[in-house]
């Protein structure tokens, strides 16, 4: 990948395009992320996104491409790129039009959120215009934390067991996403005043006392340090060439100017706003590599090593005191158990969506549905 235009990551196959589908009215891009026949054959919930959410709407009534839509999203790029917010905007346009002019309910998960808030942040007059309630699940509000200073040093394993050998290894994950702009986006916001300031340490051996080592602390605004010396020797081979990938500093100053903007988005008046955070689950907080006993010897070591977490309250992914910080005016928090894609098929969270969006059990008479858009990375 490679980092020419700002926001966007590029393929270095110049022959090649990844694009998202738009089948079914955008559903199939955020229905289930690998739709292949032998995830399907085998049932392997863990890459199903919005699947089961979409069943349960249609169930109680919804149409597809008439009162429910999809707005899928290539998970790499920024979240303010003019092509990504182009395509939010005319997602909403149509949704709205389609049902003669009624506004749009929102639901977005996890990152859909920034996207959300960046385009609010562009086009607040045109949210106000499509929009009536934009609820939101696990949303990174202030940042992912542990989960993406880890996946900026040493990747993500994005399903765990059996289930893996379907999906990108972690070290190949962690080439790809030292080139998204989308990650350095959900780096810990610095400005956040947590309960406590996460940070990433790290046990080296003392290079003027080579029998003695020290532990060494980062701050989410000292983090940037470390990045670039754990990065600086990082490469892939490609096409007989090998291609440096140390950590990105235009991404990041890109992303610093994203963060600023998330900082200062305000709701516009008139929508409702509805936050389903999760709860219960151990949670990376703070990222530790190296021991009192095995230290790092040269901090591109880190790169190959495997972290130890301190841990707090949330979704496994998204600790909770970041997802209940949304900075707005909700009509209604609610904190379930549950893991970060996962409630996205949680009953209980059904139950509040159809609470907040006014639907009846299809045993009940019909009731007039309002026209929904589900936001999801591709």
């Given at each position: 990948?490679?980092?020419?235009?700002?926001?966007?990551?590029?393929?270095?196959?110049?022959?090649?395009?990844?694009?998202?589908?738009?089948?079914?009215?955008?559903?199939?891009?955020?229905?289930?992320?690998?739709?292949?026949?032998?995830?399907?054959?085998?049932?392997?919930?863990?890459?199903?996104?919005?699947?089961?959410?979409?069943?349960?709407?249609?169930?109680?009534?919804?149409?597809?491409?008439?009162?429910?839509?999809?707005?899928?999203?290539?998970?790499?790029?920024?979240?303010?790129?003019?092509?990504?917010?182009?395509?939010?905007?005319?997602?909403?346009?149509?949704?709205?039009?389609?049902?003669?002019?009624?506004?749009?309910?929102?639901?977005?998960?996890?990152?859909?959120?920034?996207?959300?808030?960046?385009?609010?942040?562009?086009?607040?007059?045109?949210?106000?215009?499509?929009?009536?309630?934009?609820?939101?699940?696990?949303?990174?509000?202030?940042?992912?934390?542990?989960?993406?200073?880890?996946?900026?040093?040493?990747?993500?394993?994005?399903?765990?067991?059996?289930?893996?050998?379907?999906?990108?290894?972690?070290?190949?994950?962690?080439?790809?996403?030292?080139?998204?702009?989308?990650?350095?986006?959900?780096?810990?916001?610095?400005?956040?005043?947590?309960?406590?300031?996460?940070?990433?340490?790290?046990?080296?051996?003392?290079?003027?006392?080579?029998?003695?080592?020290?532990?060494?602390?980062?701050?989410?605004?000292?983090?940037?340090?470390?990045?670039?010396?754990?990065?600086?020797?990082?490469?892939?081979?490609?096409?007989?060439?090998?291609?440096?990938?140390?950590?990105?500093?235009?991404?990041?100053?890109?992303?610093?100017?994203?963060?600023?903007?998330?900082?200062?988005?305000?709701?516009?008046?008139?929508?409702?706003?509805?936050?389903?955070?999760?709860?219960?689950?151990?949670?990376?907080?703070?990222?530790?590599?190296?021991?009192?006993?095995?230290?790092?010897?040269?901090?591109?070591?880190?790169?190959?090593?495997?972290?130890?977490?301190?841990?707090?309250?949330?979704?496994?992914?998204?600790?909770?005191?970041?997802?209940?910080?949304?900075?707005?005016?909700?009509?209604?928090?609610?904190?379930?158990?549950?893991?970060?894609?996962?409630?996205?098929?949680?009953?209980?969270?059904?139950?509040?969506?159809?609470?907040?969006?006014?639907?009846?059990?299809?045993?009940?008479?019909?009731?007039?549905?309002?026209?929904v858009v589900d936001v999801g990375p591709a």
């Amino acid at each position: 990948m490679s980092f020419r235009i700002p926001g966007y990551t590029e393929a270095l196959d110049d022959s090649s395009d990844i694009v998202v589908p738009q089948d079914d009215y955008g559903l199939y891009a955020i229905d289930i992320l690998d739709p292949s026949l032998l995830i399907k054959l085998f049932h392997v919930t863990d890459v199903y996104h919005f699947h089961d959410m979409i069943d349960m709407l249609v169930d109680h009534g919804y149409k597809k491409g008439t009162t429910l839509f999809g707005y899928g999203y290539d998970f790499r790029q920024s979240n303010r790129i003019e092509q990504t917010i182009d395509g939010l905007k005319e997602k909403l346009e149509t949704a709205y039009n389609a049902s003669g002019g009624r506004k749009v309910n929102l639901i977005s998960h996890s990152m859909g959120r920034l996207q959300v808030s960046c385009f609010i942040s562009l086009h607040s007059d045109v949210f106000s215009k499509y929009v009536n309630k934009w609820i939101t699940i696990a949303t990174p509000f202030q940042g992912a934390l542990g989960c993406i200073n880890d996946s900026l040093l040493t990747g993500l394993q994005f399903v765990e067991g059996l289930e893996s050998y379907f999906f990108v290894s972690r070290w190949s994950m962690h080439q790809l996403l030292v080139e998204c702009p989308s990650i350095y986006e959900m780096l810990p916001n610095p400005e956040f005043k947590w309960k406590k300031k996460p940070e990433i340490l790290v046990w080296k051996k003392d290079k003027k006392n080579e029998d003695s080592v020290k532990l060494e602390t980062y701050s989410s605004s000292e983090c940037v340090e470390l990045f670039v010396e754990a990065l600086k020797d990082n490469e892939i081979e490609y096409n007989k060439k090998t291609i440096p990938l140390p950590f990105n500093q235009d991404i990041y100053k890109w992303a610093a100017t994203t963060r600023k903007m998330l900082n200062n988005m305000r709701l516009p008046q008139g929508i409702e706003f509805y936050n389903i955070y999760g709860t219960s689950l151990d949670t990376p907080f703070d990222v530790c590599y190296g021991s009192e006993i095995d230290p790092i010897n040269d901090p591109s070591d880190i790169c190959h090593t495997l972290p130890e977490y301190s841990y707090v309250d949330g979704d496994g992914t998204v600790p909770a005191e970041s997802a209940m910080a949304d900075g707005f005016e909700a009509i209604e928090r609610a904190g379930i158990p549950g893991a970060h894609r996962a409630l996205l098929r949680d009953e209980l969270v059904f139950e509040y969506i159809r609470k907040w969006l006014g639907i009846q059990e299809p045993s009940m008479s019909r009731v007039k549905t309002s026209k929904v858009v589900d936001v999801g990375p591709a």
